[in-house]
């Protein structure tokens, strides 16, 4: 990485990249430097042309508080709080949409993303792993969209994303509520694809996903994901539409080829570790 992050931390292991919340306040709280970060991070990762699948996961004994309020309040307070003008409730609009930038922009990254949850994953952070393809989390797990607690919608992804993972009943009584889900019915529901006893062995097994995932050829794993993330909220006939224009051009790559000859060869696959720079 070639900036300097102070709520991320990073580490890059044969296209792998795992990314760490680091807060720095109690429980990776979500503060100014959090909501700034993110969204660099993420332009600078879907940049890097060796990375072919990504993990965010917690620091410490949990992923994530959720938004850390008192860092926040400096900044939000002027435009939340006494006579609201107009041009302060731009201004707090302008401050949303900044902080939904990460997420977006981890959904719309070509890159496969796995979040790895341990501990506490609350507010911010279940609006977070909501724009991941993959979820997963330890037996500790425990998962809040506790916003109506602070008497406020949740506007940084989650409502959008959470729907078509697990569903508009669930997605209405979790916001509703904002009541506390263990990893049992988190599993259930489909909001994590699997449960693991401890968190060592939750992050064993989302480095195992990834590389799984990594070693597989980056331009069948992320035109996967491009066409999955066209097809939401598309008909049937124009996702069939989308996917068929995209392997006319993608059957004609390195990598098919390979992947033929190899198996009527009967060996082993070797794929190109990195893909074209705007893939």
């Keep these: 990485m070639n900036k300097t992050y102070e709520s991320l931390s990073f580490e890059q292991v044969d296209g792998v990249m795992t990314v760490s919340l680091l807060g720095p306040g109690k429980g990776n709280a979500m503060g100014p430097e959090f909501w700034e970060e993110l969204p660099l991070a993420m332009d ?36 939340t709080t006494g006579t ?11 401050q949303i949409r900044q902080m939904q ?8 990254s070509s890159k496969p993303v ?32 506790r916003e109506a607690k602070l008497a ?10 959470l729907p078509t993972i697990i569903g508009q009943g669930f997605t209405r009584e979790m916001a509703f509520t904002g009541a506390d889900y263990d990893a049992a019915f988190a599993e259930r529901i489909g909001l ?7 968190p060592d062995q939750l992050f064993e097994a989302a480095a195992t996903l ?20 066209y097809s939401l909220n598309k008909s049937i006939e124009d996702g069939l539409q989308y996917v068929a224009v995209w392997n006319s051009s993608q059957l004609q790559s390195s990598d098919f080829s390979e992947a033929m000859q190899a198996t009527v060869e009967k060996r082993k696959a ?10």
């Design 44 to 79: 600078e990762i879907n940049r890097m042309s060796d990375v072919r699948c990504i993990v965010f996961r917690g620091s410490g004994d949990h992923f994530s508080y959720g938004l850390n309020i008192a860092q926040m309040m400096p900044r939000l307070g002027s435009m």
């Design 84 to 94: 609201v003008l107009a041009h302060q409730r731009v201004d707090l609009m302008a």
């Design 101 to 108: 930038l990460g997420f977006q922009k981890m959904h719309e």
């Design 114 to 145: 796995i979040a790895a949850v341990h501990g506490w994953c609350i507010g911010g952070g279940v609006n977070m792993i909501a724009a991941a393809d993959i979820r997963l989390c330890s037996r500790d797990a425990r998962f809040s969209l």
């Design 152 to 161: 406020i919608t949740p506007d940084i992804g989650g409502l959008q994303f």
């Design 192 to 198: 994590v694809n699997h449960v693991y006893d401890t």
């Design 210 to 229: 990834a590389r799984q995932i990594a070693d597989n050829p980056a331009t069948a794993v992320q035109g996967a994901k491009r066409v999955l993330n």
């Design 270 to 279: 070797e794929f190109n570790k990195k893909i074209n720079k705007g893939y």
